[in-house]
Every structure is written in structure tokens, then in C-alpha cells.
């Protein structure tokens, strides 16, 4: 492909605290045998990385891609003061505002500047029941898909021809957007958006066609949605979507290896249907939670914690770990929890410098040492 | 004798105090008179609280959920589309906006609904008693840190919320203030009886801590003394900061949209002098919540505010349930299908993002909200089965054969009586004006008849009007 295109971005969050020990595990530090008596993976199970780590043995699917040097671990992400509160916790990693309750998202930042004109409504695309904080910025556009891509849009209960006519009544209606007053006029930009976002990406399924096969699994079916809105060129830059929840204060092994597994072989069947594609090599997937756990179980699960684990995942991106595994030592937990020592905003800051070439600072409030898990062209 | 005009009023009355109210409740209100009706919401003692046995019936788990959605969700929802006592429901929502306590934090949906029972039974009366049962309120204490305010050790967390966003707002006290209000709080702590693990979550229950106490003398907006917690409440509620924050809360929520609260230091309300009348009728009756609710739904700045506010997902959601009927049993599906709905479009209920709870009128509109408020809402009015939309249909039967601007005119006075712009209602007419006249001389046109006003009404509800409380 002789013209370079467009960058974009995945952003999938393991929502509820994925457990980074058992995520990637440091079986041969005697510490994590010792801290978790119940919710520990065997080590004849697990897949070994190297000397020292180990990926959970429901992420065969991603090893491959590992092994080729598509996959970034990035250890130790978080925050100062992790407040271990599941919402106020996700609103940081969403708004970069540690501090205070911000309400603009990092990636609704990055759309604006990516498309300061709103010349395309789906620049932005969540696949999630409403909308992610991460990619709310008041007038900036995005396309929420709740439920199928197939069946998305206003409307959807109306049948037919008939739909087309009363969606043409809803557009004129909404038109005109100036003058009622700036609730109404906002209100009426905002109907068109939607529905204009909905009319183009209800093309995607149509147009899409693949012989991969995806599990069927929540995750796997948004990211089915993801790669057919990808590969039909609509100008969609940043993606977001969720799955979980990874919130396993009890029976965490059977739970936590059946999420893995859904994640893994999701993620490994739309990274080999964007390849069938030839459309692979412009993504990026960012893999994020908004906590690690406690490092000592709790006797069937493990409680809310700190530092945890974050991936990116595909062909640009520089494979390998980045960043140090924090210490197990009791000594060094905050709280019973990994120590985090390396700033979520700095893995942001990669992805939006290097890869989305945009100015970070501004994004994620301030200067961050980025890991360099982007190969440079 | 009841006119549209009369009807149009008592709608707004019960949008607002209220979730809404089918036609025959407001015909029924409207004949009975504006005051009397006021009167009747004021004193939701003469009506039967929801029936909590149906809950039990139909969904247990949702008596007593612990800290996992949707049955938390599921218990309240239930609570208001069923409620005799609109008002009450209403006051319940309005101080879980203020006193916004989520279970991000708590994880107990249990003491989150049971703070919500202290709303019904207090959010009509003294305001000051329920600023001391809502520092006494388990999930608050833990929400805010004050079982971790001690002695030796002052937390400070209740203390500056309390002044800060339940009574008075930034500005009208000092840091010192926040000291000193958190030291009178010290030893305000919950207990539970047996640990959660590994048999589940118990109650909770407020416990004051003698020893933890510190006693010493405090000052605290101008006054000296021993004080305790309940001194300091008796302090703020008579600050005329503090009538003037309640009553700006109850103009934003009631009666026209406010900027978001962090603003009101900087920014001035929309309508002073209704502010000033209902904090005036806060201090002068002794912070009674009733008499305060009387002056608001009488006064003029209410009667003619009639879709001025973005209504709340809740308010959308409920009224529209209220509205076309079949959601007062909890079937199996409630949770994915009714109760997390507002959670779908921005608002979930029993943990809001924050202290600060929802930002609330032109923010609950994004691309992805409006999505989910318009279709929710159409694929209700547009079930033609259920009893409410049966009813509408019947009334617009009864007037016999309609031309296309009649007959969007009765669909727009059922909805409603709403009221919609010169596009709006031109695209309306378009629509019915492709059908002809609308028939119901055979069973043919019968038929199709009701499929062009389930189809009207949901073009209706899709109008950014239908938006609006």
C-alpha cells in the first residue's frame, strides 16, 4: 500500500480490576506461592514468558503474538494514591484528573483534535450500552453501538420503508438547530450527529465480509463490530470498547481464566481478520483496567488493589516488557498492593505522540515519562 | 368542569412532582383543583406506600441485593413506577441528588436503599432532622470517611461535604470552620455486628463512640462551645447561606435548570427572587420541607415553567413507564430491560459519579444518551398492547373520524398536553397527512389506524419536546 493511512486506536478496558499477579505471573518469586494459598494459577499451567513471568493459561491465543513482537507489557501502570474505589479509579484512568472530578475524556480530547471540524461523526466509536467517560467531551460526536452493529441506529423498532420516512420527518425536524434557545439548538446538532454516525456505520456489516471465525463471546462480537467498521473505511480513528467484569473479590480462578480466554482468543481473531483484511497494520490496541489487585488473597478471590497490568498489541507497536514488575516484598506494598511505578498518563502519552501524533501534554494534562512501545517508522 | 387548560397545569404538577400521570389520574387530580392536589402530594401519608411483597414475589434477591446491580436498581425502580405517594418518590430522588452517596464506594445496596427509605420518610419534614439522620446514615458515614474520623485523628471528609454540599455551598465558612464542624462529628460511626465474610453483608447501624469524642471547645461560625454533631447542624440551619443553598437545589430541580452546582459561588441563579421566596419560607417555618414544597408548586415562577428542564434519565425513564403502563411487576428481564435503562443513558441510580452527584440539564445529552433516550422511549409508546397506549388509542377512537391536524393535535394533548415548535409540528402534520383522514370504520382501517398512532406517538416522543419535563 503505497498511501500511509491514518493511525488508529482500540482501546479495550478489562472493567472491574483485572488481576495483574495472576495475569502475568512472576512464578518464580517465592512471594507470590506465599500470598496467594487459594488463587494461584499451577505451574504446569502456566505459559512461561521467561526466567521470571509467566502469562495466564487462558492468553494462549495472545503468546503468538507476543512471541512476534506485537505485544507491549507494560508493568506497574497506575497512580499515586489509588483511591481502590471501582468508579473513581475508572474516572481517572478516563479523565487524567487524579485530583479533582474532571469531566472531559482523555480520547474525547483526542478526537477533537483529530477532527477540530466535526467533519466526520464517526470518528469516535464505542461499542457499550452509553457513553464511555473516557470519550465525552461536551460537542464532540461519537457513536455509541448498544447492542449490534446490525441493528443499530434511531429508531430500529419502526419497520422498513416506513423507517426511512419517519427518520426523514426526524432529521428536518432536528435541522433546524439554531435559534430555539441553546438547549434546543444543541439538542438538535446532537439528534443529527447520532443519527448521521448511525447512517454511516450501518453500512460497515454490509460491506464487511471475512472467513475468520470469532468465539462467541460479548467481547468478541464488539470487536466483530470494531473490525467491520475498521475495514470499511469510514474514517474511524479511535475505537472503544469493554468487557468484564474482572471483579473477583470471590471464586476469582474459574472466573478470571473464563474472561482471559474470551479476551485472548477475541483480541487473536480480530487482529487475524484485520490481517485477512490487509487492515491490521494501522492498529493499535491498548488492553487497560483501573486497578490491579490485593497481592494476598482473600481465600477464594482477591480484593480491590493498586499497580496493575497494561498491554498494547499490534504490528507498530515495539514487543517486549517495559517497565519493572513492583516488588512483592511486604515492605514495598501500598496497603497490601503492587506499589504502581510507571504513570498511566505516560502509556497514554506514547500512544498519542507517537502513534495518533498528537500533542500529549495537553491531553493528559502534563508531561509523563512514556515507555517507547511504538516502533518508529 | 375541568378545561385544558386545568389539565395542562396539573400535568406539569405531576411531571414534576411526580414522574407524570396518565390522562385519567390528571382528569381525575385537575377535577379535584390545583391546591388541593398540592395539599394531597404534601401528605403522602393518606396514600399506601408500594407494595413490597410484589417485590419479594418477583424478585427477592432485590430486598436485600449486597453490592452487586442490577437488583439494587431493580428495588427502586419498582418503588417508583408503582408509588401512590409521587411526591414522596420525587423528594427521595431530589436528596439522593444532593446528598448523592454511591456504591462505587459503599458496595451495599443494601444501606443505599435503606438510606433512600430515610429519604421517603424524612425528605418532607424538618430539614434539619434530616441533616442528622443523614450524618447518622451508615452508607453517608462510610461514604464520606466518617467512621475514619476520630479523636487523636480528625477526618475531615464529612465535615467539609456537609458544608460544602449539604448545606450552605462554598464561600460561607472558613477552613477552620471545616476543622471544627469535623471535630464535633468525631466518634459518629456505624457498627456492624458480624463481619461480612464469609457469610455475606449485615446490617448496619449508626453507633456513637463516647471515647472517641473529642469534647473540647470548638468555634464554628462565629459561635463557642462544646459542640457536637448535632450542634453544628442546629448552627448551619440557621445560616441564611444555608435556606438560600436548599432552595437553589429545589429551583434546579423542580422548577428550571441551574448551572451545575461548583458555579453557584460565581454565578447567580436564573430567578433570585424565587430562590429568595423559598428560602425566605425555609427560615420563617422553621426549615419545613412541606411548607417549602407549598410555596414552590404554588408560586407562579412554577406554574409557568412548563418544559423548561431536560428531563433526568429517571424522570424520562419512569415517566414514560407511567405513562404507556405494563412495567409494575418486576418481571424476570427488569433489570436488563426497565431498571438499568437511566443507567444506559448516563444515570445510575444509587451510585452517582460523585458527591457532587449528577451534572444534570444540558449535560445528561450526549450523541450516545440521546440514542438511548429516544429509542427506549419509542419502543414504548410504539407497543400498542400495553394498557396505557391502549388507552390513549381508545380516547382517540372515541372522536371518531380525524382529519391529519386533529389528529395530531390528540396525540399531542395525550402525550402531554405537550407543546412543540412550528417545525416540529410540521413535520407531525407530514406524517399524518400520508395516511388521509384517520378511520376506524372497518377492521381493516381499524388495524391500520392503530399502527399510524403507534407510529405517530413514537415520532412524537422522538421530537426533542418530548426531551423536556
Redesign the interface.
Known amino acids: 500500500m503505497a498511501e500511509k493511512r491514518e493511525p488508529v486506536l482500540v482501546v479495550l478496558q478489562l472493567s472491574g480490576g483485572n488481576d495483574y499477579l495472576n495475569t502475568v505471573i512472576p512464578y518464580a518469586n517465592s512471594l507470590y506461592w506465599e500470598n496467594r494459598p487459594a488463587v494461584s494459577i499451577p505451574e504446569d499451567q502456566i505459559i512461561p514468558i521467561d526466567q521470571a513471568l509467566g502469562f495466564h493459561p487462558s492468553m494462549e491465543a495472545l503468546k503468538p503474538f507476543y512471541d512476534a513482537g506485537d505485544v507491549a507489557v507494560m508493568h506497574g501502570v497506575g497512580y499515586a494514591n489509588s483511591p481502590r474505589?471501582?468508579?473513581?479509579s475508572m474516572?481517572i484512568w478516563h479523565t487524567c484528573e487524579p485530583d479533582t472530578?474532571g469531566?472531559e475524556g482523555w480520547l474525547g480530547r483526542a478526537l477533537r483534535d483529530i477532527d477540530p471540524n466535526k467533519e466526520n461523526?464517526v470518528t469516535g466509536v464505542?461499542f457499550g450500552?452509553?457513553?464511555y467517560r473516557a470519550m465525552?467531551l461536551?460537542g464532540v460526536?461519537?457513536?455509541?453501538v448498544?447492542g449490534d452493529l446490525e441493528t443499530y441506529?434511531?429508531?430500529?423498532?419502526?419497520e422498513g420503508q416506513?423507517r426511512q420516512?419517519?427518520l426523514e420527518?426526524?432529521k428536518?425536524?432536528?435541522?433546524?438547530a439554531i435559534g430555539?434557545g441553546?438547549?434546543?439548538d444543541?439538542?438538535?446538532q446532537?439528534?443529527l450527529?447520532?443519527?448521521s454516525?448511525?447512517d454511516i456505520l450501518k453500512e460497515a456489516p454490509q460491506r464487511y465480509q471475512s472467513s475468520v471465525t470469532y468465539p462467541d463471546s460479548k467481547v468478541a462480537r464488539k470487536l466483530r463490530g470494531v473490525a467491520q467498521v475498521h475495514t470499511a473505511d469510514l474514517g474511524t480513528r479511535i475505537f472503544y470498547l469493554d468487557h468484564g467484569s474482572f471483579d473477583t473479590h470471590a471464586s476469582q480462578t474459574g472466573e478470571h481464566a473464563k474472561l482471559w480466554r474470551e479476551v485472548s482468543e477475541g483480541v487473536g481473531a480480530f487482529f487475524t481478520d484485520l490481517r485477512e483484511h490487509a487492515a491490521a497494520d494501522n492498529v493499535v490496541m491498548l488492553i487497560f483496567t483501573e486497578f490491579g489487585r490485593r497481592v494476598h488473597d482473600?481465600?477464594s478471590g482477591t480484593d480491590h488493589g493498586a499497580g496493575g497490568v497494561a498491554f498494547a498489541i499490534g504490528g507498530a507497536v515495539q514487543g517486549g516488557m517495559y517497565g519493572e514488575y513492583p516488588s512483592l516484598k511486604a515492605e514495598a506494598l501500598t496497603q497490601g498492593d503492587l506499589m504502581p511505578n510507571q504513570d498511566f498518563r505516560g502509556v497514554y502519552t506514547t500512544l498519542l505522540e507517537d502513534w495518533l501524533e498528537l500533542d500529549a501534554p495537553s491531553i493528559v494534562g502534563g508531561t509523563f515519562e512514556s515507555p517507547a512501545f511504538i516502533a518508529k517508522a | 368542569m375541568v378545561d385544558n387548560h386545568d389539565i395542562g397545569l396539573m400535568a406539569h404538577l405531576m411531571r414534576r412532582a411526580g414522574f407524570g400521570a396518565p390522562r385519567e389520574e390528571l382528569e381525575r387530580r385537575a377535577a379535584k383543583g390545583y391546591e388541593a392536589t398540592v395539599q394531597e402530594l404534601i401528605h403522602p401519608e393518606n396514600s399506601e406506600p408500594a407494595d413490597e411483597y410484589a417485590l419479594l414475589r418477583y424478585q427477592p434477591a432485590a430486598l436485600l441485593p449486597g453490592g452487586m446491580p442490577p437488583m439494587g436498581n431493580v428495588n427502586w425502580m419498582f418503588h417508583m413506577v408503582n408509588t401512590q405517594r409521587p411526591l414522596e418518590e420525587k423528594m427521595a430522588l431530589f436528596w439522593h441528588h444532593v446528598f448523592a452517596t454511591g456504591n462505587s464506594k459503599v458496595d451495599n445496596y443494601d444501606q443505599l436503599l435503606a438510606q433512600i427509605g430515610m429519604f421517603r420518610q424524612r425528605g418532607m419534614g424538618n430539614y434539619r432532622d434530616l441533616l442528622v439522620a443523614s450524618a447518622k446514615d451508615p452508607a453517608m458515614i462510610y461514604w464520606l470517611d466518617n467512621n475514619e474520623n476520630h479523636k487523636d485523628a480528625v477526618n475531615e471528609n464529612w465535615g467539609r461535604e456537609l458544608l460544602e454540599l449539604f448545606s450552605m455551598g462554598q464561600g460561607n465558612y472558613t477552613e477552620k470552620d471545616v476543622r471544627e464542624a469535623s471535630r464535633a462529628f468525631t466518634g459518629w460511626t456505624f457498627s456492624v455486628k458480624i463481619p461480612r465474610l464469609p457469610y455475606g453483608r449485615f446490617p448496619w447501624a449508626f453507633e456513637y463512640v463516647a471515647e472517641d469524642h473529642d469534647d473540647g471547645e470548638k468555634e464554628f461560625l462565629g459561635h463557642t462551645g462544646n459542640f457536637n454533631g448535632e450542634d453544628i447542624i442546629d448552627i448551619v440551619v440557621q445560616q441564611p447561606a444555608c435556606g438560600r443553598f436548599v432552595a437553589r437545589h429545589l429551583y434546579n430541580f423542580f422548577v428550571a435548570d441551574e448551572p451545575q452546582v461548583p458555579s453557584w459561588k460565581i454565578t447567580p441563579s436564573r430567578d433570585e427572587a424565587a430562590v429568595d421566596a423559598l428560602a425566605t419560607t425555609f427560615q420563617e417555618s422553621g426549615y419545613d420541607m412541606q411548607a417549602v414544597l407549598t410555596t414552590l408548586f404554588t408560586s407562579d415562577f412554577f406554574k409557568e415553567a412548563c418544559f423548561t428542564k431536560v428531563k433526568s434519565p429517571a424522570e424520562l425513564v419512569v415517566g414514560t413507564l407511567r405513562l404507556v403502563g405494563g412495567a409494575e411487576i418486576p418481571r424476570p428481564d427488569y433489570g436488563r430491560e426497565i431498571a438499568l435503562q437511566p443507567t444506559y443513558m448516563g444515570q445510575d441510580l444509587l451510585n452517582p459519579p460523585s458527591v457532587e452527584g449528577w451534572h444534570t440539564g444540558k449535560e445528561w445529552i450526549n450523541s450516545g444518551s440521546l440514542m438511548s433516550r429516544i429509542n427506549f422511549v419509542a419502543d414504548m409508546v410504539g407497543s400498542t398492547d400495553l394498557p396505557g397506549v391502549r388507552d390513549m388509542i381508545r380516547r382517540i377512537r372515541a372522536k371518531g373520524s380525524l382529519d391529519p391536524e386533529a389528529f395530531v393535535n390528540s396525540c399531542l394533548d395525550l402525550m402531554g398536553p405537550l407543546q412543540v415548535g412550528t417545525d416540529t409540528r410540521q413535520e407531525l402534520l407530514e406524517q399524518a397527512r400520508e395516511g388521509g383522514r384517520l378511520a376506524w370504520d372497518s377492521a381493516d382501517e381499524t388495524e391500520a389506524s392503530v399502527a399510524r398512532v403507534g407510529e405517530m406517538l413514537q415520532l412524537i416522543v422522538a421530537m426533542r419536546e418530548y426531551q423536556f419535563n
Not at chain 1, 153 to 158: C, H, T
Open positions: 474505589s471501582h468508579f473513581r474516572d472530578v469531566t461523526v464505542s450500552p452509553s457513553m465525552a461536551p460526536p461519537v457513536a455509541c448498544s441506529g434511531m429508531l430500529p423498532g419502526i416506513r420516512k419517519v420527518r426526524f428536518n425536524a432536528y435541522a433546524p430555539l441553546a438547549v434546543m444543541y439538542m438538535g446532537t439528534g450527529d447520532s443519527m454516525g448511525a482473600n481465600g
